[in-house]
């Protein structure tokens, strides 16, 4: 079963996929956001062209684990996203995500432009990993 993972942004939407087993995620892609109906198709295509069961959205929280304004959002949005594709959503804490995407980036010697690039899929796939690692009773 191959579970794609979601870090919503305001600009762009990090994609990363599990393997078939559901063990390792790996970064897939960042998609530019548009509409709702734009984002869902954009979903849409990679979820059926991999064969993804379940999906897993960021959650961001505050520091203190209190639910904010974005992650009101987000779970809105993923509501609307499990309606529309059919699929389950789970909301997953995303807090620091994107720091550790940025320090794994940095300690691989990535340039700043190709950073960017791809620093929104790399969160998706910390995001997913810590999902994974939890259904296998990893955490």
């Known amino acids: ?3 794609i993972g979601l870090d919503l942004g305001k600009k762009r939407i990090g994609v990363a996929i599990s393997d078939e087993l559901g ?3 790996q970064a897939l892609t960042t998609l530019q956001r548009g509409s709702f109906a734009d984002d869902c198709a954009a979903l849409r295509e990679l979820v059926q062209s ?3 069961e379940e999906i897993v959205v960021g959650l961001p929280l505050h520091m203190s684990g209190q639910l904010g304004q974005s992650g009101q959002e ?3 949005y993923g509501k609307r996203l499990a309606k529309n594709l059919s699929l389950p959503v ?3 804490d995303e807090r620091l995500s994107t ?3 940025e320090k794994s980036l940095l300690e691989g010697d990535m340039r700043r ?7 929104d899929q790399v969160a998706a796939c910390w995001i997913l990993g810590g999902y994974l690692d939890m259904r296998r009773g990893r955490l």
Do not use: D, E
Not at 113 to 119: A, E, F, L, T
């Open 99 to 101: 720091v550790a995407a």
């Open 1 to 3: 079963m191959r579970i």
């Open 113 to 119: 432009s190709r950073r960017r690039r791809v620093i």
């Open 74 to 76: 987000c779970q809105t």
């Open 90 to 92: 789970v909301f997953w």
């Open 23 to 25: 063990i390792t995620a």
């Open 50 to 52: 991999y064969g993804v």
